[in-house]
């Protein structure tokens, strides 16, 4: 089946570092997300990429489709104690009855004050 | 907040008895996802569905059914429980397949023990 390989699967760092992890398909997607969560949650949205090349930001996240549209990466910059969490990207193709949304195994980022 | 509740939020039954989650929608969106949550696998497509009485088995749809006779409520069944179903389980609905494409909201999840 489709798979997405995620890295790094964890991350401790000290706050204000940037933070960078990446997303890695052998199938193309037509959308990469990026969905962040926190413990006892359900994963919310942080990032939508609709277009290969596409670059976008959201705050302190930036976020890139790869050209090749099989790759995708999240940088997080001067991280704080509130980026603790998970985080999940996902590739999208689109069907006639809805298609799928295939999720990475997460990153695990962990933030010390 | 998407309107989104899952019932039960925590459960613990034996391996072989059945068991429904529900997940209930106040947003009128047309597609309902169900998702497990494994450690080291992420978020796995269960089945999901596009409309009322209209599903579609996603990457680890064994052992389970669904059903949808509203478009508010999206039920998930284990006919017979087992040990290997024991995870977090999460309802997901998304609004449009164009524009929206793959932007989920997602309800709190529902923690299943299979003993």
């Known amino acids: 089946g489709q798979q997405l390989n995620q890295s790094p699967q964890s991350m401790f760092i000290q706050e204000g570092e940037d933070v960078s992890m990446n997303c890695t398909s052998s199938s193309i997607f037509n959308t990469w997300l990026w969905y962040k969560q926190e413990p006892g949650e359900g994963p919310v949205l942080l990032i939508a990429?609709?277009?290969?090349?596409e670059l976008t930001s959201n705050g302190r996240l930036t976020a890139q489709f790869g050209i090749t549209r099989k790759d995708s990466f999240l940088n997080i910059s001067a991280s704080i104690p509130s980026d603790v969490g998970i985080y999940f990207c996902a590739g999208f193709r689109g069907g006639n009855q809805g298609g799928k949304l295939i999720f990475g195994q997460g990153t695990e980022l962990s933030v010390k004050p | 907040d998407a309107g989104i509740t899952q019932s039960p939020r925590h459960k613990v039954t034996e391996t072989g008895t059945p068991v429904t989650l529900r997940c209930h929608q106040t947003?009128?969106?047309?597609?309902m996802y169900w998702y497990r949550q494994d450690p080291g696998h992420g978020l796995r497509l269960i089945h999901y569905s596009y409309g009322v009485k209209d599903t579609d088995k996603g990457e680890v749809s064994d052992g389970y059914s669904v059903s949808r006779s509203k478009t508010e409520d999206f039920l998930l069944t284990l006919e017979s429980a087992t040990s290997s179903q024991t995870s977090v389980y999460f309802c997901?609905?998304?609004?449009?397949?164009?524009?929206?494409?793959?932007?989920?909201?997602f309800g709190e999840g529902s923690r299943l023990t299979v003993l």
């Open positions: 997901a609905i998304s609004e449009s397949i164009t524009g929206q494409a793959g932007e989920l909201f």
């Open positions: 990429l609709y277009k290969a090349g």
């Open positions: 947003e009128n969106h047309r597609y």
